[in-house]
């Protein structure tokens, strides 16, 4: 897939970027061995982040979330592109890590706020010096670039890869859409086919894309669920409200009660009544955003 450094919006962020940014009397909290492992463990398996691998509509769903950019930029120097995985950007509710550039490591959130080009993280180092950082994105909420600003560690700016028209118009034609369907309980589901573009098996991280010679879909019929398991005939379905952590858009959960070993699948629902996930055995699917 084409990869294109999408230098051109920096010019959003340079304009004012040196800015008066208050020193913090807090301690920095140490970042832990886990979370940097786990960003290590996923640089070896993942390619890069696509800028339509997923919506982000409020600053809250870019908690618990890794980039991996495919161009660097520092400075008002040269953008150049990386090897997948070379960087790494993850995004915790108190804490941020950046891998991959010298320097630049663990800093504590102070604050978190939005505007018109994206999120903007307000940050503490180790030696309790301030720092920024921007998560742009574009009219459709795909992030872009993220921008790094401090006084002590100057201006870094990590692109995320772009696709081809060819390639999203390819996913748009095969892959099942958030948008698609409007769903309050089992019965907006029935007779519906959900083809997912993304999985996550529990303990693995960030979600996969999933290629489509996987033939990876799911239908709800009113006597059975098919699915990637096999097919399982439906005992009840269940609406509740309900909150998922680390998906803050969630507001109910749709339970499938199910008969044999597969005993339940569960569809989250969120604010604007589209799938959010689909829970199944030890996997998490996503639609398409």
Known sequence: ??????????????????????????ELV???????????????VITYTYITDKRYDIIHELAGE?????????????????????????????????????????FQVVSKS????????ELMDAKGKPAKLKVVVD???????????????????????????????????????KEQYF??????????EVVPYQAAKAGEGSPKPIEKSAGIKITFNEENVVTPLGTFPVKKAQTFQYKLKGHPAVRSMIEISLKGKMKKMMVYINFKQQIEVIEFGDTRYFLRP
């Open 1 to 26: 897939m084409k990869t294109t450094l999408r230098i051109f919006a920096l010019l959003l962020l340079t304009t004012g970027a040196v800015m008066n940014l208050s020193a913090q009397d807090d």
């Open 30 to 44: 140490p970042m832990s061995d886990k979370v940097s492992q786990d960003v290590e463990k996923e640089a070896d």
């Open 139 to 177: 009219q459709d909420k795909y992030v872009n670039l993220v921008y790094f600003y401090s006084k002590s560690l100057g201006e870094h700016t990590f692109y995320m890869a772009e696709k081809s028209k060819e390639d999203i118009a390819a996913e748009q034609s095969y892959f099942t859409s």
């Open 114 to 121: 939005s505007n018109r080009i994206g999120y903007i993280y």
């Open 183 to 192: 769903i309050r309980s089992y019965q907006n589901l029935l007779e519906k």
């Open 66 to 106: 890794k980039f991996f950019p495919a161009g660097y930029q520092e400075g008002q120097g040269q953008a150049r592109e990386i090897a997948p995985g070379q960087m790494a950007i993850q995004l915790q509710d108190q804490q941020i890590l950046i891998k991959g550039v010298k320097g630049l490591e663990g």
